[in-house]
């Protein structure tokens, strides 16, 4: 074992004081440490791998302050082979035009909305964009009522306001001031939970790109490959809805849910697949045939017909999204884990299911109650998926 590892080794857990070169030695690896053991890693740290590999090969014209092109950018996100044979896992499973119109817009002045039903990867597309392009996905403004128009703008430290009067040192930078001075992709999660007045404060940074602090009698101009991504869903356009004139400063891009089983039934394995690792769990990968019948459970109550098309059913008030699927899998995974044989079955998923479908106690249980007994019961092979619900107390 070389000198370095062994002074790594010796050092992770003593309490003596160190040289500056010792200490920063310690500081390091416990960064390393910390980076593995977070629960989440950010999409550039989880897939710098891949990032760094397409990067090599990426031999088309970059946008100032990009990390990789357009062509590459959208290679990252559906995945495939690289010509070295190097695998590349998709990001999106879905269509490619699609992602290429978002890429597309970011490389003009225009800012991208992602719009959708809630669980259709509009967040998880909006921080891959954001990791593949500017290399930092973490420039994010959670929108919801209470967002402040300092959050999205600048804010001030009140101590250092108060002791040295204005100044850029008393200055607070948000992620969007950030993003400007620095040239990378800002981010909006909700962006219509967010209110009118404040939404509006983005119609100057997104038409001018440029930032005014009167108080200083400043501005903040954004740098080249600055630009910003927004997620909506339709559930919530009642909450607040855009003026027409920040409508106008958004390239607007509909994720839709899964067209196809096939499709939806890969996006599900996929994503269990990551998250069943990032959590350790010790269950076995799950069944195909379970998945499929979460899958058609969820398509047969989100399209209020059953998959042959022969009979109509009730919906649930729940939006019975491809998310939602994917939590109820991991439910499962977690009871297998932990208090059953390891493996995935009916009873460990039914919990997760009633919990998913079942939002308001009355509506929903009527629903799902008559979806059992028309629906579930009568299918020969799904007589366990029928028992265990049926066990579930509502």
């Known amino acids: 074992m070389s000198h370095f590892k062994l002074l790594i080794i010796n050092t992770l857990n003593t309490k003596y004081l160190f040289t500056k070169k010792h200490s920063l030695i310690l500081t390091f690896t416990h960064s390393l440490i910390d980076i593995m053991n977070v629960l989440r890693q950010h999409a550039e740290q989880q897939f710098a791998h891949e990032i ?19 062509q590459a950018v959208v290679s990252y996100l559906m995945g495939g082979k690289l010509k070295n044979g190097f695998e590349i896992s998709p990001k999106y499973i879905g269509s490619r035009r699609l992602m290429e119109i978002a890429v597309a817009t970011l490389t003009t002045d225009r800012a991208l909305l992602l719009y959708g039903l809630p669980g259709t990867a509009k967040s998880w597309v909006a921080e891959h964009l954001a990791a593949a392009i500017s290399g930092d996905s973490t ?15 600048y804010g001030w430290n009140y101590a250092r306001l108060l002791a040295e009067g204005p100044s850029e040192n008393a200055l607070v930078v948000t992620p969007m001031m950030h993003a400007m001075k620095n040239g990378k992709i800002a981010r909006i999660e909700e962006l219509t939970r967010i209110t009118a007045d404040v939404q509006d404060t983005l119609i100057t940074i997104l038409s001018e790109k440029t930032l005014p602090v009167p108080e200083l009698n400043i501005e903040v101009q954004a740098v080249a490959g600055f630009n910003v991504i927004a997620t909506a869903n339709n559930r919530d356009k009642g909450v607040n809805e855009l003026s027409g004139a920040l409508k106008r400063r958004f390239n607007t891009v509909i994720l839709p849910v899964p067209d196809s089983m096939e499709e939806e039934i890969s996006i599900v394995q996929t994503r269990v697949s990551s998250l069943q690792k990032a959590l350790d769990l010790p269950a076995e990968a799950p069944a195909l045939r379970e998945i499929q019948r979460i899958v058609t459970i969820f398509r047969e109550l989100r399209a209020g017909i059953t998959a042959d098309g022969k009979t109509k059913i009730k919906t649930p008030t729940s939006t019975m999204s491809t998310a939602e699927a994917i939590s109820v899998v991991n439910s499962g995974l977690a009871l297998a884990a932990h208090f059953g044989d390891g493996r ?22 009527v629903v799902w109650n008559e979806y059992l007994e028309t629906v579930i019961k009568p299918r020969e092979d799904w007589k366990d998926v029928y028992r265990a619900c049926k066990d579930i107390v509502m």
């Open 139 to 153: 420039l994010l403004i959670q929108g919801t009522a209470g967002t402040s128009e300092e959050s999205v703008r």
């Open 344 to 365: 995935l079955n009916s009873q460990d998923l039914a919990a997760g299911l009633v919990g998913a479908i079942v939002k308001d106690p009355v509506q929903d249980k």
């Open 52 to 70: 760094e590999e397409i990067s090599k090969q990426d031999t088309q014209k970059r946008p100032t302050n990009w990390n990789l092109s357009p």
